[in-house]
Nanobody, 119 residues
């Protein structure tokens, strides 16, 4: 059974930092990533990392503030979020095998973790 379990969300003031973690079990993905969904909005791509070479890709809105990384031995992907803004408030979802087919998407999702940034 494939599972993606996120942790690390919470409430933080603007300018603060949070680190999200996602542990994958049941299979090894060729890439993993993070998406986010704010209330009333679509789920948006945030970042992606390949599992073998560690190549990273970011949405323009988070470049320079967020860093995605992985620990292959632990089958875990992280999202370090710095200089957080109120507009970063969303439910953040971990995803496995993140691909681009007319838009970024995935067939494997975690349950989501809430990130709230207060002004």
């Amino acid at each position: 059974q494939v599972q993606l379990v996120e942790s690390g969300g919470g409430l933080v003031q603007a300018g603060g930092s949070l680190r999200l973690s996602c542990v994958a079990s049941g299979r090894t993905f060729s890439s993993m990533g993070w998406f986010r969904q704010a209330p009333g909005k679509d789920r948006d791509f945030v970042a992606r990392i390949t599992w073998n070479g560690g190549t990273t890709l970011y949405a323009d809105s988070v470049k320079g503030r967020f860093t995605i990384s992985r620990d292959n031995a632990k089958n875990t992907v992280y999202l370090q979020m710095n200089s957080l803004k109120p507009e970063d408030t969303a439910v953040y979802y971990c995803a496995g095998d993140v691909v681009f087919k007319g838009g970024w998407g995935s067939g494997y999702w975690g349950q989501g973790t809430q990130v709230t940034v207060s002004s």
